[in-house]
């Protein structure tokens, strides 16, 4: 049975630093990716990695985002830096099994899997 679990929201200043983790268990994935869903707003991808390392950013995000993955591969991190009050939202971990090319462009109807999701409050 697969499960994504992740942990690590919070609310934090603008300005404010968090690490979001995703706990694989069941299956191993090609692609992994963080989402995010903002009140009213549809769910955006965030970032992508794929099994071979590649990883991909929402344009406007890279450089203040970081995704990651651990020796083992079977817990994904986001890393959030820099956080602005609309970077709330809640933050969910997907997984499927997809190439290189398509990974990176986080399609969200291609992801099988996905986890509860984490809250991130960003305060000004």
């Known amino acids: 049975q697969v499960q994504l679990v992740e942990s690590g929201g919070g609310s934090v200043q603008a300005g404010g630093s968090l690490r979001l983790s995703c706990e694989a268990s069941g299956k191993t994935f090609s692609c992994m990716a963080w989402f995010r869903q903002a009140p009213g707003k549809e769910r955006e991808g965030v970032a992508t990695?794929?099994?071979?390392?590649?990883?991909s950013y929402l344009d406007f995000l890279k450089g203040r985002f970081t995704i990651s993955q651990n020796n083992a591969k079977n817990i994904l991190y986001l890393q959030l830096n820099d956080l602005k009050p609309e970077d709330t939202a809640m933050y969910y971990c997907a997984a499927a099994s997809l190439t290189r090319d398509i990974c990176a462009g986080s399609y969200r109807s291609l992801f099988e899997y996905w986890g509860q999701g984490t809250q991130v409050t960003v305060s000004s």
């Open positions: 990695l794929h099994s071979d390392g590649q990883t």
